[in-house]
């Protein structure tokens, strides 16, 4: 059964930090990438950064500087450090594992966890 159980959301005033955790279990890709996406009500849903099996990472132009995604060394715990918060990040963030193929995340094979809540208050 595969999991994939989010933590560290929470509120916090602009300009503070969090750091969101997502582990991950049960999934058979042997290769893989993980990312962290986020939905805001009324918006659609967007990938905020990635993680691809190389150690790659990636963001969205929005968080840029001051998210940062990595991953544990067995690769299977994904965190999320996010600074200088600001209002607009408020969202419920999900972690991702997609199938890797041919070094090329695939998304559209992907399992989700549940969501944890990020609350930022001006």
């Known amino acids: 059964q595969v999991q994939l159980v989010e933590s560290g959301g929470g509120s916090v005033q602009a300009g503070g930090s969090l750091r969101l955790s997502c582990t991950a279990s049960?999934?058979?890709?042997?290769?893989?990438?993980m990312a962290w996406f986020r939905q805001a009500p009324g918006k659609e849903r967007e990938r905020v950064a990635r993680?691809?099996?190389?150690?790659?990472?990636s963001y969205s132009d929005s968080v840029k500087g001051r998210f940062t995604i990595s991953q544990n060394n067995a690769k299977n715990t994904l965190y999320l450090q996010m600074n200088s918060l600001e209002p607009e990040d408020t969202a419920m963030y999900y972690c991702?594992?997609?199938?890797?193929?041919?070094?090329?995340?695939?998304?559209?094979?992907?399992?989700w966890g549940q969501g944890t809540q990020v609350t930022v208050s001006s």
């Open positions: 993680i691809n099996e190389g150690g790659i990472t």
């Open positions: 049960g999934y058979t890709y042997s290769r893989y990438c």
């Open positions: 991702a594992v997609e199938k890797s193929v041919g070094w090329v995340c695939r998304p559209e094979f992907s399992y």
